[in-house]
């Protein structure tokens, strides 16, 4: 647990979980996340469906306080918004676009296309028999034009396609690429142009740390130029472990896409059990159990706190020492309660990965975020 040294430290960080300042005698004076990174890129994070209504009573004082860019967790996803062939569900991301509208925030749709949460109807007839390219294509163009329509003007940049490669790059078999093919992805961003020109459009994916997956994205940017498709930015997921990327990796990856186009940290997390089954991977799927994988349902002992903070720290003077290529570095989550990273890759898995632990109290990775922006200053 947390070694609390005094009671105005304690308070301290209780307030700054309310967003309210306070210099206890022994901290320097504390500010937010969104304003210690002001002049440097945006502070997101993603919400889940009571968050993006400004009801949960430990995550909103936090979200409005601390943030001031805002991603859905889950509520854009297709199967959420498009559940059926002649069906869309907007009740939950009509919320979430007022709620980032009321707080002033820079609003972000995830995701319009991906392989994960999308129903068996998108990609087959009723009797099982595969949609031809044609009917894809339609299904596809209906199901962007009318979302990003609606949005028009209110959702400030959009994940178009999310996840499209597989771990070497190569472009990953799902039934968009073995149905359309390749260039499912140029006629996704098309039609996310056509609907609202000023929206930002973006390429999103994991692991691109790895040099190998990251030379299918610089292929994928510099296919997407060459047939005339714009992509306004890069998210990097960057869904981190504690030995796994190394930092120069993430900086590596920074400086490279940053060469080509706007970066964006568009899933931060750092997860503190043992990487599993192999390095980098964010494949919400994965399932497997062993050994030593699940040691801290209780609490995370203070040597862990210490060694998030610092790997936090390590990520962070990464990121703001290249702000002028990161647009936003977005949290994924608020609280480690309310992390996906929890029950991955087996149920009862605990994990503390985020800023806030499950009480909303900020960790001494809150801390340690706040004092790079600090020493840069
Ligand atoms: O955090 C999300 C979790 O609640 C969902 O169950 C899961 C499947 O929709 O997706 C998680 O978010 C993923 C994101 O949309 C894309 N990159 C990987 C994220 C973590 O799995």
Redesign the pocket.
């Known amino acids: 647990m947390i070694a609390r040294t005094s009671l105005a430290a304690t308070v301290c960080l209780l307030t700054v979980a309310a967003g309210a300042g306070c210099t206890p005698e022994t901290e320097n004076p504390t500010t937010t996340l969104r304003d210690s990174y002001a002049d440097a890129f945006l502070i997101g994070v993603?919400l889940n469906d009571p968050q993006l209504r400004g009801e949960d009573p430990r995550g909103t004082p936090i979200v409005e306080s601390q943030f001031n860019s805002i991603t859905p967790?889950?509520v854009m996803?297709w199967e959420s918004i498009h559940p059926e062939a002649d069906r869309y569900d907007f009740e939950s991301a009509d919320a979430f676009v007022a709620y980032g509208e009321a707080n002033n925030m820079f609003i972000v749709g995830?995701?319009l296309v991906w392989h994960?949460?999308v129903g068996d109807w998108v990609f087959e007839h009723p009797d099982g028999t595969p949609r031809s390219r044609g009917e894809l294509l339609a299904i596809l163009e209906d199901h962007i034009t009318t979302i990003v329509t609606r949005y028009r003007g209110r959702v400030n940049g959009w994940d178009v396609v999310?996840?499209a490669l597989a771990d070497d790059g190569s472009l990953r078999e799902s039934p968009w690429s073995q149905i359309i093919g390749e260039d499912y992805i140029a006629h996704a961003f098309r039609f996310a142009r056509a609907a609202d020109p000023d929206a930002e459009l973006y390429y999103n994916d994991?692991g691109l740390e790895s040099a190998e997956k990251r030379a299918g994205a610089v292929r994928l940017l510099a296919d997407l130029n060459d047939a005339g498709v714009a992509v306004d930015g890069i998210g990097v997921?960057t869904?981190m472990w504690m030995d796994w990327p190394a930092i120069d990796d993430i900086e590596q990856q920074i400086e490279e896409l940053g060469r080509l186009t706007n970066v964006m940290v568009t899933?931060l997390d750092i997860g503190v059990l043992k990487d599993f089954p192999d390095q980098g991977s964010?494949d919400?799927s994965l399932r497997g159990d062993g050994p030593g994988m699940n040691p801290y349902t209780e609490g995370l002992p203070d040597s862990v706190h210490t060694a998030l903070a610092d790997r936090y720290a390590a990520a962070f003077s990464v990121f703001h020492r290249h702000r002028d290529k990161i647009t936003r570095v977005t949290f994924?989550?608020v609280t480690d309660g309310d992390s996906?990273r929890n029950n991955w890759v087996f149920p009862g898995r605990t994990n503390h990965p985020l800023l806030f632990d499950r009480n909303g109290s900020p960790k001494p990775a809150f801390n340690s975020v706040l004092e790079v922006a600090r020493a840069n200053h």
């Open positions: 993603a967790e889950n996803k995830h995701t994960e949460q999310n996840e994991y997921q869904h899933e964010a919400v994924w989550g996906w």
